[in-house]
């Protein structure tokens, strides 16, 4: 069955850089648009990052947009998230999620446990 799991947070000081995984199980991910997104103090998950199923089109917030990079690596259905120049509101749990479509669009079908991310100096 479709499984989503989140790791490579932890502390880390601003300016450095970090990489997120999604590994995902159950699934072809040709079939399915994996989105990462960010909470912060328990607050509403915004999507910060999507990349689709049938061309690997990338899609971004615009306030992420040129230090976050969204990829896939068939081989290991892993989805990634590189983050660089970390700055202090990037800190968050990160989660990755699944929606049955080869574009991202919600609702979602499955997410992850997420993994926390904290910028501090």
């Known amino acids: 069955q479709l499984n989503l799991v989140e790791s490579g947070g932890g502390l880390v000081q601003p300016g450095r850089s970090l990489t997120l995984s999604c590994a995902v199980s159950?699934?072809?991910?040709?079939?399915?648009?994996i989105g990462w997104f960010r909470q912060v103090d328990g607050k509403v998950r915004d999507g910060i990052a999507c990349i689709s199923g049938s061309d690997r089109n990338a899609r971004y917030l615009d306030s992420v947009r040129g230090r976050f990079t969204i990829s896939r690596d068939d081989n290991k259905n892993t989805v990634y998230l590189q983050i660089h120049s970390l700055t202090f509101e990037d800190t968050g749990v990160y989660y990755c999620?699944?929606?049955?479509?080869?574009?991202?669009?919600?609702?979602?079908?499955?997410w992850g446990q997420g993994t926390q991310v904290t910028v501090s100096s």
């Open positions: 999620a699944a929606v049955m479509k080869s574009y991202c669009s919600g609702p979602y079908d499955a």
């Open positions: 159950g699934i072809n991910l040709d079939d399915y648009a």
